[in-house]
């Protein structure tokens, strides 16, 4: 069984940064593209940043330049690294993966979520 574990959220004040990780475990045969969403309360759930196996990266125009996405394809592990956090950057961030695992079907898997709040 395939699971997505996140960590790093918490409150921040603007201006300050904040590394969220992302673990991805069980029969695992290869993860692709990995990335993050994010939901702030009352809309909708939008693309952060996501990051090929390769390496090739794409972000949201809002956190252009602020956030970097990386991974550590040989723990199975993504990175967003957030700086000159904004109070509009205040949301449930989730990760995910594009995992085909060793036995089941492929498809996206998703972690449970972790709050960021930016405020003074």
């Known amino acids: 069984q395939v699971q997505l574990v996140e960590s790093g959220g918490g409150l921040v004040q603007p201006g300050g940064s904040l590394r969220l990780s992302c673990a991805a475990s069980?029969?695992?045969?290869?993860?692709?593209?990995m990335g993050w969403y994010r939901q702030a309360p009352g809309k909708q759930r939008e693309l952060v940043a996501l990051?090929?196996?390769?390496?090739?990266?794409n972000y949201a125009d809002s956190v252009k330049g602020r956030f970097t996405i990386s991974r550590d394809n040989a723990k199975n592990t993504v990175y967003l690294q957030m700086n000159t956090l904004k109070p509009e950057d205040t949301a449930v961030y989730y990760c995910?993966?594009?995992?085909?695992?060793?036995?089941?079907?492929?498809?996206?898997?998703w972690g449970q979520g972790t709050q960021v709040t930016v405020s003074s």
């Open positions: 995910y993966g594009d995992i085909t695992p060793q036995l089941g079907s492929a498809g996206r898997y």
């Open positions: 069980g029969s695992i045969l290869i993860i692709y593209t």
């Open positions: 990051i090929t196996r390769e390496g090739s990266t």
